[in-house]
């Protein structure tokens, strides 16, 4: 136990300790095979076989095959015993996983068999589980197990999302810290006070629910719990599912269909039309996984007016629509090119944040005040520094620019252990800064010496034909498979060991990776299926120097080696 002096025991006490272990283990397994044997195995439903499965049971309340055989025999019993005596077993029931409970509160099995004993029993009292569920909560706050009973209990109650609302408010004005109130209110809060017309909760109530934790972070500015229901608060509220772009690639004979958020496509629910006339199409995910924000298809070849529409001069109308359970979406494309495409926004301005309303940004900015008050009092406080860079990001101000990149840095010293965390988190800031100021109709992109450790959000450059990620810290390059238009990518002087995502470009004509961490020649096997690369640039690699070198590359098919000296 924790403050307590640990009590050295002698070998004699040590071996006598062990002598008792096993003679209580023998006899635990002695009577479990017994009861196996004899009672389950032939079905002996009767109060006998539940008194000795009690006794099991309070020594291990875990032993889920004993609460299920309970059930069997209070099934059975149900059919030959009269109504009071089943009300009689059930309170046993009860009694016992209660005794369980205290044995081990955290016991899935007897949470479990508790409210099946409950609605077993045919005058169940809830409201005295609810009493039981405070009880428990009262000794321990962080009972995942019994807040999941209570909200079992609470439906059978009726007691309304207010209520609990309330509930929780009592809980964190008893303790902040009571970092399972705070989850629990983060679940209720949009239920009890939804907004629809903003998808959010209602404004005034998130004033006062800010209210609340200032009160709780100046008191324990190092309380992870209110920070968490803090960025909770701060969240950006769930967007409709939109297809963002639809775009017609004739070259390759392709549809590709981006999406606001990863979904699960079939030829069921997103269909294609062409001149207002279904298409039949197979789509595939760009990433690989069932769900995906970025679909292909190809149109098939033999029919003659698909055909036409893609080779020929006319102008041709595409369009996708998708739809599941209560959502739906759609978008259509004038195919006048090689690459025709259509944006759902004409702006990417404001991708990655919400627009607030002016109230909303003055509660933002009082926020931002009251952290950096905070700040100033608790500097080395990573909750503080972490949250005062949230509420700049959500501002979106460019005078935030630099004190963002500032408290960033801060970060990574005063919270070391997470400092590829912030490095990540620090990326990530840049690709969105740089995604939203970028035309949505460009075909270049330079990302070059912005001290990426990570990359994110590439499934917004499905249309990047050029991409410059030279001289930063990259390790791995897989979201470069959403790239289906690029035909060049610089990636010197990173610190690159694979090309896990280099695969499948098959429009990629130049590569350099100069001055990374190729050691293993088998790396450039990913580069078979890049059909059309001609130019590879590998000088300054561990790999070079390998004796197959010059062999693979050969037998990669490549056309021309650019390091000094041609195959």
Not at 96 to 116: E, M
Not at 119 to 145: A, M
Not at 385 to 405: H, S
């Amino acid at each position: 136990m924790h403050g307590r002096l640990k009590v050295r025991t002698s070998e004699e006490q040590a071996e006598a300790k062990r002598r008792e272990q096993q003679e209580k283990l023998k006899i635990y397994s002695e009577i479990t095979v017994t009861f196996f044997i004899l009672n389950r195995d032939a079905k002996e439903f009767d109060e006998e076989a539940l008194e000795l499965t009690a006794r099991i049971l309070e020594k291990n309340p875990d032993f889920y095959t004993l609460w299920n055989y309970r059930r069997e025999i209070l099934q059975f019993l149900k059919n030959e015993k009269a109504e009071e005596e089943i009300k009689r077993l059930s309170l046993i029931e009860l009694d016992l996983t209660q005794n369980c409970l205290k044995v081990n509160p955290k016991s899935y099995s007897a949470w479990h068999h508790r409210f099946w004993a409950m609605e077993f029993n045919p005058e169940g009292d809830w409201k005295r589980e609810l009493k039981l569920c405070n009880f428990f909560l009262s000794q321990d706050e962080r009972n995942f197990h019994c807040w999941d009973y209570r909200r079992l209990v609470c439906k059978k109650c009726n007691v309304s999302c207010e209520e609990e609302l309330d509930y929780s408010t009592t809980l964190i004005e008893k303790n902040f810290s009571n970092y399972s109130a705070w989850h629990y209110r983060s679940t209720l809060l949009p239920i009890v006070h939804y907004d629809a017309s903003k998808n959010s909760v209602k404004e005034d109530v998130l004033l006062k629910e800010f209210h609340l934790i200032q009160n709780a972070a100046f008191t324990d500015p190092d309380d992870q719990s209110v920070w968490f229901y803090h960025r909770w608060l701060l969240g950006r509220r769930k967007m409709p599912l939109q297809i963002l772009n639809l775009s017609v690639l004739k070259p390759q004979n392709t549809i590709v269909v981006l999406f606001s958020e990863p979904v699960q496509v079939d030829n069921e629910n997103l269909h294609v039309t062409l001149n207002e006339k279904s298409v039949p199409v197979s789509w595939h995910p760009i990433n690989g996984s069932l769900a995906s924000t970025v679909w292909t298809c190809n149109l098939p070849a033999s029919m003659q007016e698909v055909e036409n529409s893609l080779q020929g001069d006319r102008n041709f109308e595409i369009g996708v629509k998708f739809s599941i359970g209560k959502e739906e979406c759609c978008l259509s494309s004038t195919i006048n090119g090689n690459t025709s495409f259509v944006w759902k926004n004409m702006s990417r301005a404001e991708t990655f944040r919400s627009d607030f309303s002016a109230a909303t940004i003055d509660v933002l900015k009082r926020e931002l005040e009251s952290c950096q008050q905070l700040n100033e009092l608790e500097p080395d406080c990573k909750w503080t520094l972490f949250t005062c860079v949230l509420l700049m990001r959500a501002l979106n101000n460019p005078k935030f620019q630099r004190e963002i990149e500032d408290f960033m840095e801060k970060l990574t010293v005063v919270d070391a252990s997470r400092k590829n965390y912030y490095k990540d988190l620090g990326s990530k800031f840049t690709i969105e800064d740089t995604i939203e100021n970028l035309p949505v109709d460009a075909t270049e992109l330079n990302l070059s010496n912005k001290k990426l450790t990570s990359l994110c959000h590439f499934d917004q450059l499905i249309l990047i034909e050029k991409i410059n990620l030279s001289q930063n810290n990259l390790t791995s390059i897989n979201p470069l498979k959403y790239l289906i238009c690029v035909k060049s990518i610089n990636l010197d002087d990173n610190q690159l060991f694979s090309l896990e995502g280099i695969e499948e470009l098959k429009n990629l004509e130049q590569l350099s990776l100069k001055r990374n961490s190729l050691k293993k020649i088998n790396v450039l096997d990913g580069l078979k299926t890049c059909v059309n690369l001609k130019e590879l640039f590998l000088e300054g690699n561990p790999l070079t120097e390998d004796p197959q070198y010059l062999q693979t590359l050969q037998m990669l098919s490549m056309l021309k080696l650019i390091d000094g000296s041609d195959l």
